[in-house]
């Protein structure tokens, strides 16, 4: 079986796509016959037309930030890194609702919104580069 081409940019702009809004309201596959990008929203009727019957040996669904672990995982390594200090108020955070506006107000008060950036950026990269390996999809650039 030949392996799908996919250029990076277009899977992390499918990532982020499927990433926003409310969970379950986007959508994207991964057509590998053609490498295409399939997208489709609850908000919009203008995106693509999914197939009717999704073939899974054909198209593979795009994984948001809940499937690959990049949300409160990804923050509490980064605090036990770079501010070990604040980790406990960080877990506490992490328990309750609109975690990630009180997490970023935690970085802009020491400093660190834009290190989390650059983590946030490097830890998603390479949960997409490891689910690319284990789907067998080829990233070009």
Request: glycine fraction near 4%; include cysteine.
């Amino acid at each position: 079986m030949k392996k799908v081409k996919i250029k990076y940019a277009d899977l992390e702009e499918a990532y982020v796509f499927v990433s926003a809004g409310p969970e379950y309201s986007h959508d994207a596959l991964l057509d590998t016959q053609t490498g295409r990008m399939l997208f489709q929203s609850a908000d919009s009727e203008e995106l693509d037309e999914f197939p009717e019957i999704i073939d899974r040996n054909r198209y593979i669904s795009i994984p948001t930030k809940t499937d690959l672990h990049l949300g409160r995982p990804v923050a509490i390594s980064f605090t036990e890194i770079y501010i070990p200090d604040a980790i406990a108020e960080v877990r506490r955070i992490f328990g309750r609702k609109g975690a990630f506006s009180k997490f970023k107000d935690l970085l802009v008060r020491a400093g660190m919104l834009e290190q989390w950036y650059k983590h946030e950026e490097q830890e998603t990269e390479r949960a997409l580069r490891e689910w690319c390996q284990a789907k067998g999809i080829l990233l070009t650039s």
